[in-house]
């Protein structure tokens, strides 16, 4: 069985930081947050945007891809959710 490597890549979505400021009075209290999740084929993206556009958080992570046969490519599930965790 032939495994790609995943993407070592792994970023916090929100910073400590960030996130002990998200409190009522914190920087983030006026305004709507948006998420966009991005499952692609190697690697699972996310941003945090603001009700104005802006760019509040970023993360990404990989997972592997097994090729257990030429011209197949499988993935498992509970990899996308961990990628996502």
Known sequence: MSTAEPHTLHTPLVTTEAASQAGSSGPMADTALTMGIDLGTSAVKVVVMDSHGAVRATGS??????????????QEPADWLQALS
Do not use: D, I, L
């Open 61 to 74: 992570a990989g997972f592997a891809t097994h090729c257990e046969t030429a011209g197949q490519a499988e």
